[in-house]
């Protein structure tokens, strides 16, 4: 689907909606997942503790405005190998980096985090030191949940996500989901019904929209976690969100960025003119002449460029991105001047990457109209409401709270993407996946949002926020460049050269000495702070 600010597999659904989900893969403000070793538990006193992949339940209220319409089951991992009784034996590199070589007094912090938008499966690596979450567990011996967050994946208040239901999908009920759970679970390790935020210091930990979720909750339930951290977190609602592709417009290549905006400007140009035979042509060099409506050509090639987001310190010049723009500007072995090759071979090299590599990883074998076409609602994908539809839940959220629509810059800014993308763009297909909801074009609450959580302007004691120069969701951060925001001993902000949530995983910090910085900086505050 040309949809491309979701990402996310539909796995209920026919292999031809598959297709369609890989099409819009990119672009949505999601956590990476972390490797999940495979290794025997145990806890600093030697008793053996359940795998890491074991599932819990929590008895979670439907809604929290009316507590009488029951509850349901909201999944959630832990793992309390660094927790309590005695002396840790950290490992040599946390020992040696992290100076942990005394012990902490017994009882430490609960350390609470939600992947956000995704079915929480695959995500149990954020309760071990492999990320954030397990350093500060580990340094002051506390324990870490992963809970599901409600709409997503197997917790849903309900068995279909159709409209109705959805109604209480909403920014404040995934707050006070957080919070009743922290002030009622009775959590499964030794003396975990006493670990209630009035007698434990609770943590609070997000990336992307859960780092934003972060902030919002402690803005809007102050004192109930002690402490968070916030990566790349998206504070800030923003409907007309162009500057999504500021960052990778000016971090990226830069003779990959002339010629890609080469092709973009003139792709404006004739579609400015209505010329409707060079705007085929163009369509059938890149194998997309079936693509009936050039708004979705224009969001097709916007695939290339979400690519930018998946980048971490490990990955290295293999990259899919950086094989984009070895294609556009690697010619006979020779790179291209800063200028780029120019229009005519930016076409042509652009098109044949989709021709040759592609269009096969993005729709299988599917047509492009079946593929990247946002037109026929006739086709499952705006129908399906089955439980564990990522990509459903969040397009509720987007349509309703957020906007976040990534489209053209306005006239005068250098573009990497086409103007002729623009928020009606992907407010008809909000009006397509539920119209039920909406039979117009809807404007997302994002004021309300800003206003009611703060967005940008967000003032709380011990919250820390790490976010990366080069992380293409940098301007609904309070790292935007036009902010200017203040570090503080209380609300510190920490930038690293990472992309987005790169600081999370403990590995970036080892191949970047600057995500390194922003995770120890991190931990000297948990420390301090929960001391």
């Known amino acids: 689907m040309a949809l491309t600010l979701f990402l996310g597999a539909l796995l209920s659904v026919s292999f031809a909606d598959a297709a369609i989900q890989n099409a819009m893969m990119r672009g949505r403000p999601s956590l990476p997942k972390v490797y999940v070793p495979e290794r025997t538990l145990t806890s600093p006193n030697g008793t053996v503790l359940p795998p890491l992949k074991t599932t819990y339940y929590f008895d979670q209220l439907v809604d929290h405005n009316n507590p009488s319409r029951g509850t349901f089951q909201q999944r959630y991992w832990m793992s309390w190998e660094y927790y309590q009784n005695g002396i840790l034996l950290p490992s040599y590199f946390v020992m040696e980096v992290l100076d942990l070589r005394t012990p902490m007094p017994p009882g430490g912090p609960i350390i609470l985090s939600t992947p956000g938008e995704s079915n929480a499966d695959g995500f149990e690596g954020y309760l071990t030191n492999n990320t954030i979450n397990g350093l500060i567990a580990q340094q002051q011996q506390g324990a870490t949940i992963v809970i599901e967050h409600r709409f997503f994946g197997k917790s849903n208040p309900y068995d279909n996500l159709t409209s109705q239901s959805l109604e209480l999908l909403t920014v404040q009920q995934a707050i006070d989901d957080l919070v009743y759970f922290a002030q009622n679970a009775d959590l499964p390790m030794p003396c975990g019904d006493n670990v209630k935020p009035n007698t434990t210091p609770w943590v609070l930990i997000g990336g992307s929209y859960s780092g934003a979720l972060t902030s919002w909750t402690m803005v809007n339930k102050p004192g109930i976690f002690h402490a968070g951290y916030a990566s790349s977190a998206v504070v800030e609602a923003i409907i007309d969100f162009y500057d999504y592709f500021t960052p990778i417009r000016e971090n990226m290549p830069q003779n990959c960025s002339s010629d890609v905006q080469a092709v973009i400007a003139y792709l404006d140009e004739i579609y400015a003119k209505n010329d409707t035979t060079a705007i085929q ?251």
């Open 281 to 531: 042509d163009l369509k059938e060099v890149f194998g997309l002449g079936d693509l009936s409506h050039t708004d979705d050509f224009a969001a097709a090639l916007q695939l290339n460029l979400f690519e930018w987001q998946n980048l971490q310190p490990d990955g290295g010049p293999g990259g899919r991105f950086f094989k984009f723009c070895d294609a556009l500007e690697v010619k006979d072995g020779v790179q291209a001047p800063v200028t780029g090759w120019g229009l005519e071979h930016a076409i042509s090299s652009w098109g044949s990457y989709w021709n040759t590599t592609y269009y096969t990883s993005v729709c299988n074998s599917f047509g492009a109209e079946e593929c990247l076409g946002t037109y026929d609602t006739s086709q499952p994908f705006w129908s399906n409401v089955t439980v564990d539809n990522d990509n459903r839940s969040w397009f509720w959220l987007v349509c309703n709270q957020f906007g976040f629509y990534q489209v053209g810059p306005p006239e005068g800014q250098p573009a990497v993407v086409s103007r002729i993308l623009q928020p009606n763009y992907l407010e008809r297909q909000c009006v397509n996946m539920f119209p039920q909801k909406f039979s117009s074009l809807p404007s997302p609450s994002a004021s309300d949002v800003n206003s009611a959580y703060h967005g940008k302007d967000v003032n709380v004691d011990r919250l820390y926020f790490a976010n990366g120069y080069s992380d293409p969701w940098r301007e609904a951060t309070v790292s935007a460049e036009s902010l200017h925001k203040p570090s503080t001993d209380q609300q510190p902000v920490y930038m690293s050269d990472g992309v987005h949530c790169t600081d999370m995983i403990t590995e970036n910090g080892i191949r970047d000495q600057t995500v390194f910085k922003v995770q120890m900086v991190a931990l000297d505050y948990m420390k301090k702070w929960l001391a």
